[in-house]
């Protein structure tokens, strides 16, 4: 018998810029800014991702018969595991063990950025689930001899998808805050129970206390000055914490804020009219995603106050049901951001290391059910009968 199927041709590009925006973004949709043709170009733009980052850019595109592109996906050939926040240095050291060559490897992700999202970018009504994209980059990875194909902070369909199709899958938590349709922020802190509603009064009272005028810049309101004060803070936290390169140049932010716009959220602290302190957002169609944060003071709260409690009121006077604030933190459970878990899946060549990994995430994702409902008896929300 014929077969009727489509052939569908699958390509790699080393730069976005290959992909038109508008045929990207027909893939990606509008609610993720970290999937955008704008966002992902920005990286490009500013040498962010490309030269000597270890993020050399490998986009997917899927396109039938006609040259419609059906499917997209952010990736990236990998030199290292490094701004991924899901971690696999541990699989890497072995297989480097067993003689094996881990990198480079391909990652599908939005680089530097622990932000949950589609990865699996499919044209809406065309017919294919992301299975079908997978298929390609699984191949692809075969025919460049590379060792594994790694999907990170997915959304759970295409968690459940590509552990269906036989890749391996893997939870990990984060915290976020959701909006029960609140009309302020006085809303919100009338359903924690009375100690935790104290101490967020406490520390929004003690960060206002501090002196320093505490502004919400959106857009165009976001200048030259305040980017570069930016990247200072941005600099003072990677060198502080880390203690290595910063992976974002200058040049990002300030690309970022002409190519996104008005979902560019900039929350940021002055001292005598100049920023010392801020915290980045973008804004998507049904959260508020926390993006980066640095300061050049040191003052108590500033950072809660930034970071977490003036994202919940953005939140709420711009009715988005959600604020992701990033990874890591089981401090902010207590500031109303709840666990939440987050996966990711994983295609692995080796038979022998795919067995082992295999046989790790089989243990890691039960434990890591168990703790995420374990750091929900930590919530600060009014129980039943609680003042």
């Known amino acids: 018998m014929p077969n009727d199927a489509p052939e569908f041709s699958l390509t790699l590009h080393r730069s976005v810029a290959d992909i038109p925006a508008a045929e990207w973004d027909a893939c990606a949709g509008t609610g993720n800014p970290f999937v955008s043709h704008a966002f992902l170009l920005a990286l490009e733009e500013s040498g962010s991702t490309g030269g000597r980052s270890g993020w050399l850019a490998q ?36 297989y480097e063990r067993a003689g094996g060559s881990y990198y480079p490897k391909l990652q599908v992700a939005a680089p530097f950025s622990p932000v949950p999202g589609p990865r699996l970018l499919v044209r809406p009504g065309c017919g294919l689930g992301p299975e079908a994209l997978a298929q390609g980059l699984a191949q692809a990875c075969a025919q460049l001899d590379l060792s594994s194909v790694h999907v990170t902070f997915c959304t759970e369909g295409e968690w459940k998808a590509l552990g269906e199709a036989g890749w391996l899958q893997r939870i990990g938590v984060q915290f976020h805050w959701h909006n029960r349709g609140y009309a302020a922020f006085d809303d919100f802190l009338a359903t924690l129970a009375s100690r935790k509603r104290k101490q967020v009064k406490r520390e929004r009272r003690d960060a206002a206390a501090s002196g320093f005028v505490l502004k919400t810049l959106r857009g165009h309101e976001i200048t030259d000055r305040h980017w570069k004060a930016f990247h200072r803070f941005y600099r003072a936290t990677t060198d502080r914490k880390w203690g290595r390169s910063a992976y974002l140049t200058p040049r990002f932010w300030p690309i970022l804020g002409e190519r996104l716009g008005d979902r560019v959220v ?89 067995r082992a990994v295999a046989g790790f995430l089989d243990r890691e994702r039960p434990a890591m059910l168990e703790e995420i409902a374990a750091l929900m008896e930590a919530s600060p929300y009014r129980r039943d009968g609680e003042a």
Not at 317 to 326: D, M, N, Q, Y
């Open 266 to 354: 900039l929350m940021v602290a002055e001292q005598d009219g100049e920023p010392v302190a801020g915290a980045l957002n973008l804004v998507g169609e049904d959260a508020l995603y926390g993006r980066n944060w640095g300061s050049v003071v040191d003052a108590p709260f500033l950072h809660f106050e930034l970071c977490y409690y003036r994202a919940i009121d953005f939140a709420i006077e711009h009715g988005l049901p959600r604020v992701e604030a990033g990874a890591q933190g089981e401090h902010k459970i207590q500031r109303g951001y709840l666990p939440c878990p987050t996966w990711s899946a994983h295609w692995i060549a080796h038979p022998g290391l795919k």
């Open 59 to 94: 986009h997917a595109a899927l396109r039938d018969p006609d040259g419609t592109l059906l499917a997209c996906a952010p990736m990236y050939a990998k030199a290292h595991s490094q701004g991924e926040y899901v971690f696999d240095h541990a699989w890497a050291d072995a």
